[in-house]
């Protein structure tokens, strides 16, 4: 039986976004969008929901504030741009958090902690398949092979002409696979972009500069397009 859910968001555009990702998780039905916390209450009045896709920030009322106010919720999931609220959210006992912008990889994370729910095993998009259980990994084509990547293990991913380069802990893999693809599904909160033929695994990096980080001893260049966005980026994790 599918997963029925009902999106809550003042803004169209993350209701669009977060629909269509929705669309690529078997089991999972939207079967409400709303703009706002008020005219979620009808719909759960008149609707079986069980599970909430809920934004912090929006008028009116907050998400948070909604959530009080709800005797018995479904299960919530909290979609915001603003991580401040993270604490508040999980003493309301929402099932998981995510940090704006939504990533296919990261929302298929929090899907797979509804209880009784199987995991979703596989998203498949051309020369790569990304598995989700309880050790994330990667399929890539190599030459006429699929080859087994653990998303732990990536420390950085190059682009090299028409190719990305896998750098991990233990190989390097060439697979034909642009590197927005790699952008896109992996989660940006691990993954971050820091030249336009470079992203770099958050956790890997050992220091950094005003146009470089050192992973493995290496320095990669920071692009002067991203630098403002990733020296920030970097700062933010220094204070956490």
Request: proline share 3%; aromatic share 8%.
């Amino acid at each position: 039986m599918d997963i029925r859910c009902a999106i809550i968001d003042d803004e169209a555009i993350a209701i669009a976004v977060l629909d269509k990702l929705l669309l690529k998780i078997p089991g999972i039905k939207v079967v409400a969008k709303c703009q706002s916390a008020i005219e979620a209450y009808s719909i759960l009045k008149n609707q079986v929901i069980d599970l909430l896709f809920l934004d912090i920030e929006m008028p009116d009322l907050t998400g948070i504030d909604f959530l009080k106010t709800l005797d018995n919720p479904p299960k919530v999931i909290i979609t915001s741009a603003n991580k401040n609220f993270a604490i508040e959210g999980f003493e309301l006992n929402v099932m998981d958090y995510i940090i704006k912008p939504v990533t296919l990889n990261r929302l298929l994370k929090a899907v797979n902690k509804l209880p009784g729910k199987e995991d979703v095993s596989v998203v498949q998009a051309g020369d790569v398949e990304i598995h989700v259980d309880s050790s994330e990994f990667i399929y890539v084509k190599e030459n006429k092979k699929m080859v087994k990547v653990f998303i732990d293990n990536i420390e950085y991913i190059e682009s090299i002409k028409d190719y990305s380069r896998i750098i991990t802990t233990r190989k390097k893999v060439v697979t034909k696979q642009q590197l927005s693809f790699f952008e896109e599904k992996l989660d940006n909160t691990l993954f971050l972009r820091i030249h336009r033929s470079i992203i770099v695994s958050v956790k890997r990096i050992e220091s950094y500069g005003s146009s470089f980080v050192e992973i493995a001893g290496i320095e990669l260049p920071i692009g002067r397009s991203y630098k403002e966005k990733v020296i920030s980026e970097l700062k933010k994790l220094a204070h956490l």
